[in-house]
């Protein structure tokens, strides 16, 4: 019986230090494979001063059309809605049924994106 507790408690401990990384990693690692969060340009556009920053305005960055045109800054409203969906936030952004943007839905919400927003806000 001792034995038994003590394999589960055993169990959970390495459960839980095995989630430890995940827990604490930000979300933001998601963006990495594509954003540099200085000023470099990957994939995608370098993300430093993103919120307050006018959308589609980084320099050297080869933007899609529907974020070149774009007429909003990048405020936390705006950004939850991009992590979570942004190829349907770009139609809501525009105002155009058919508009279309280079990044793929991220499914981002909740306190997920609680925590990349507060990161957002440092860079
Ligand atoms: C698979 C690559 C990829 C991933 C992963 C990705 N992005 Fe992007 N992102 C892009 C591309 C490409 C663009 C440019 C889109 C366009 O021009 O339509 C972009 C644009 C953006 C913009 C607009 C920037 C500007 O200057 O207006 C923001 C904000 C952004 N991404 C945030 C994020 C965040 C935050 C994450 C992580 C949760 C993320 N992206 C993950 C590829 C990616």
């Not at 430890?20 to 930000?26: L, M, R």
């Not at 705006?78 to 499914?107: C, P, Y």
Request: aromatic share 6%.
């Amino acid at each position: 019986m001792k034995k038994h507790l003590l394999l589960v408690l055993g169990c959970v401990a390495v459960l839980g230090l095995s989630t430890v990384p995940e827990a604490t990693a930000s979300p933001a690692g998601k963006c990495k494979a594509c954003h540099n969060f200085g000023d470099k340009n990957k994939v995608g556009p370098g993300l430093k001063g993103i919120m307050g920053r006018k959308a589609g305005t980084h320099p050297g960055f080869k933007y899609s059309d529907s974020l070149k045109n774009a007429d909003w800054v990048w405020d936390e409203d705006h950004l939850r809605k991009w992590v979570h969906k942004s190829k349907k936030a770009i139609k809501e952004f525009t105002g155009d049924s058919h508009a279309k943007t280079k990044m793929g839905n991220q499914n981002i919400k909740g306190k997920k994106a609680d925590k990349l927003i507060a990161f957002l806000k440092t860079i």
